[in-house]
């Protein structure tokens, strides 16, 4: 049978740095090909030639046989392949609807645009896929993870038959991924192909019949997964053994850290408490929407919260702005680095200094020496692999990126670290440095609060879990008491 996307002998270099080696791939139709790989392994690279974004510097592509080349991405889409991307790019003015249509929308009888047609449309996909999301709705108004399965549905609209799904649950939620499974399910049933890519090895073994490592740009191996186990497949991936995905290495104390009474936020969380000792990682579990995040807006000095009380350390605190939780020894690690903890456009040297500017250069000018020296000392400390320190933060892989977001706080030794989705969107490798780095934290006291949709992640790291619903707090289990049926079964 021919296949419905061949690829042979792929190579793209940036600068003189390979970012492919040679890649080859197959992807036969009514499958899922999972694609795996590290940060840097040139998934993205691959998939962004595949698309028409990126010239190849040398090899061969094949659709269904016949030898192509894409120029654009709608040349692409036009030959039937379509992608969901891991970076969001939505217009947030714009409705789901126009979101989703965007390019194509249906015309009116005497011009301009046909809005009944396209909202009718675009409710008809949402409501298919199984997502509670009105077609009206106004982007911006959205959650992160809500703008995630926008994009999927904007990438299934044009009924393509080979689909690049790139980290497609990395802002979803437990109950939004098995949704999204059971679309792909349907996808495979049609005859279609699918190439997903995703660093949650589990979910890999659940929704893939085959998978292809690349490594450093190269392919490095591939075939059934049902031939492989999970500790193979990350021997391919990362290049060596690795004995445990989750570094636990610190002990909690009997000292208060972070103390929460009661804290409300109508519409949001609703008579939260909770207390974190120093020296514990306090895990934070929920679906989408059940108030996690919300709890740390409130924490940080992003919302306010209508009542409740907060101790740092047993003395009571009220932050009415970020800036005073920063002053307090507070730091907060956003879920989405690419939209809150960095800013992109600026270099990794500036990120690192960013929240310590004023520390760094006291007299109101920007003192470059001090400034160069503490981006040094925490790319050295935190092993961040990068050319220069003054090249564009965005030039890094997602793991480098992330602890990019880490080392900025880390630059002001907080005492209290509040970590939202820390390790979405990284591989393997960096999944274990940084779960060592926060260990290392808490080992040394600190006072850890993590918010995670993996519940291998907090079963791996955390000492005690709280589950959140519909903005409550459900229950506390300790460590010895916690399994994944549990946290599921209170989340529902």
């Not at 904007?154 to 689909?163: C, G, Q």
């Amino acid at each position: 049978m021919t296949p419905l996307l061949k690829v042979e002998g792929l190579r793209k270099s940036f600068g003189g740095v390979a970012a492919l080696r040679g890649a080859r791939f197959e992807l036969e139709a009514g499958t899922v090909h999972a694609l795996c790989g590290g940060n840097g392994a040139g998934k993205s690279t691959f998939l962004s030639i595949l698309m028409g974004i990126y010239r190849r510097d040398a090899g061969k592509i094949w659709r269904n046989g016949q030898e192509v080349e894409f120029s654009s991405p709608a040349e692409a889409l036009a030959s039937g392949i379509a992608i969901i991307e891991q970076e969001l790019s939505p217009i947030p003015q714009m409705t789901v609807a126009e979101n989703i249509f965007l390019g194509r929308e249906p015309p009116a009888r005497f011009g301009g645009v046909n809005f009944r047609k396209m909202n009718a449309a675009a409710q008809a996909i949402l409501d298919d896929l199984g997502f509670a999301i009105s077609a009206t709705r106004r982007m911006y108004t959205l959650s992160v993870a809500q703008m995630q399965l926008v994009e999927i549905a904007k990438a299934l609209s044009h009924d393509a038959e080979v689909i690049f799904m790139d980290e497609p649950t990395s802002a979803i939620g437990h109950r939004e991924a098995h949704q999204l499974f059971a679309v792909v399910q349907r996808l495979r049933e049609q005859g279609r192909g699918i190439v997903y890519v995703s660093h949650r090895l589990s979910e890999i073994f659940d929704v893939a019949d085959r998978y292809t490592v690349f490594r450093d740009g190269a392919y490095v191996d591939s075939g059934l997964l049902a031939d492989v186990d999970r500790a193979s497949l990350i021997r391919m991936i990362v290049g060596r053994e690795i004995s445990e995905e989750y570094a636990k290495i610190n002990t909690p104390t009997d000292e208060e850290g972070l103390s929460v009474a009661g804290l409300t936020s109508p519409g949001k969380i609703d008579d939260i408490s909770f207390t974190v000792r120093k020296g514990e990682i306090f895990g934070i579990y929920g679906l989408m929407g059940s108030g996690r995040s919300e709890i740390f807006d409130c924490l940080f000095g992003l919302d306010r919260p209508s009542k409740g009380e907060v101790k740092l350390f047993g003395k009571p605190v009220s932050f009415a702005a970020p800036k005073q939780a920063i002053a307090a020894g507070v730091a907060l690690v956003t879920e989405d680095r690419k939209l809150t903890g960095l800013n992109l456009t600026d270099s990794i040297r500036r990120n690192i200094s960013l929240v310590s500017l004023r520390d760094l250069s006291p007299n109101f000018v920007v003192n470059s020496r001090r400034e160069a020296k503490a981006s040094r000392e925490t790319i050295n400390r935190f092993s961040i692999q990068i050319g220069r320190d003054v090249d564009p933060v965005s030039s890094l892989s997602g793991g480098n990126q992330q602890k990019v977001v880490l080392g900025k706080w880390f630059l002001r030794n907080p005492s209290v670290l509040l970590l939202d989705e820390p390790t979405r969107g990284v591989d393997v490798g960096a999944k274990r440095e940084i779960s060592r780095i926060v260990g290392n934290f808490a080992a040394a006291g600190g006072t850890v609060a993590m918010i995670s949709s993996e519940i291998d992640e907090l079963l791996g790291v955390a000492d005690r879990i709280m589950v959140m619903r519909d903005g409550r707090a459900v229950d506390v289990l300790d460590r010895s008491q916690a399994t994944a049926e549990k946290l599921v079964n209170l989340s529902v």
